[in-house]
C-alpha cells in the first residue's frame, strides 16, 4: 500500500528565504505525487501535481516540487518564501485506480518578518 | 461561485443527536468524497463515489451514511454522535478518480460534539 511521509510536522524560516518542505513516499507502481495547500478554515488547493514525463514540476505561486524516484521524494521548494505562504502543506500520493488520496501528515509554515 | 460548497460551515451538536452534512459542486465532476480531518490536521478518506455509485467506503462506522442523490450532491448523514466524531469534515471532487485528475475541497465543516 502506498504511504506518504512529510517530515517536520513545522518548518520556520524567515521572509525571503528557501522553503524546502520535504516529502517521501511509498509506492510499489508509478506513484503520482500531489502538493496541497491549506490557509486557515480553508480547504485545501493544488499547488501542483506530478504524474509522468519531467520530474520537475512547477506550480502556483512559485512553488516547485522534484520527483526523484531513486529517493523517492518529491519535496516542495520555493527561492525566496513570503509572509502569504504561511499555511499547511500536503503531499499527497495517488492508489492508482483506487480513486484514492493518500495524504501525509502536514507540514505547517511559519514566516517570520 | 463555489465550486465546491458544503453546509454547514460549522456544527455543534450533543451527544447521541443525528446530524447530516450537505455537499454540491458545480465543475460538473463524476467522483466525489468525504475526507475527514481530525484536531491534528491528519486527513483520512471515509467515502468516495463515482457517477452516484459507491467506489470506496473505508473503515468508518455504521453510523456514517453518504448519500447521493446525483452525480453533483454527496451528503454525509452521522447517526448518534459520539465524542470522537469532533473533526473537520471536507467534501472534495475530481473528474474521472484522483488518480489522474486533483481534488477540488470544500471549505469544510466543523463538527463539534459536547
Known amino acids: 500500500a502506498q504511504s506518504v511521509t512529510q517530515l517536520g510536522s513545522h518548518v520556520s524560516v524567515s521572509e525571503g528565504a528557501l522553503v524546502l518542505l520535504r516529502c517521501n513516499y511509498s509506492s510499489s507502481v508509478p506513484p503520482y505525487l500531489f502538493w496541497y495547500v491549506q490557509y486557515p478554515n480553508q480547504g485545501l488547493q493544488l499547488l501542483l501535481k506530478?504524474?509522468?514525463?519531467?520530474?520537475l514540476v512547477k506550480g502556483i505561486n512559485g512553488f516547485e516540487a522534484e520527483f526523484k524516484k531513486s529517493e523517492t521524494s518529491f519535496h516542495l521548494t520555493k527561492p525566496s518564501a513570503h509572509m502569504s505562504d504561511a499555511a499547511e502543506y500536503f503531499c499527497a500520493v495517488s492508489e492508482g485506480s483506487s480513486y484514492k488520496l493518500i495524504f501525509g501528515s502536514g507540514t505547517r509554515l511559519l514566516v517570520r518578518p | 461561485d463555489t465550486a465546491v460548497s458544503q453546509t454547514p460551515k460549522y456544527l455543534v451538536t450533543q451527544m447521541g443527536n443525528d446530524k447530516s452534512i450537505k455537499c454540491e459542486q458545480n465543475?460538473?465532476?463524476?467522483?466525489m468524497y468525504w475526507y475527514k480531518q481530525d484536531s491534528k490536521k491528519f486527513l483520512k478518506i471515509m467515502f468516495s463515489?463515482?457517477?452516484?455509485?459507491?467506489?470506496i467506503n473505508e473503515t468508518v462506522p455504521n453510523r456514517f451514511s453518504p448519500k447521493s442523490p446525483d452525480k453533483a450532491h454527496l451528503n454525509l448523514h452521522i447517526n448518534s454522535l459520539e465524542l470522537g466524531d469532533s473533526a473537520v469534515y471536507f467534501c472534495?471532487?475530481?473528474?474521472?478518480?484522483?488518480?489522474?485528475?486533483?481534488?477540488?475541497f470544500g471549505n469544510g465543516t466543523r463538527l463539534t460534539v459536547t
Open positions: 472534495a471532487s475530481s473528474q474521472q478518480g484522483s488518480y489522474n485528475s486533483p481534488l477540488h
Open positions: 465543475l460538473g465532476h463524476d467522483t
Open positions: 506530478y504524474t509522468t514525463g519531467a520530474t
Open positions: 463515489y463515482n457517477n452516484k455509485e459507491l467506489i
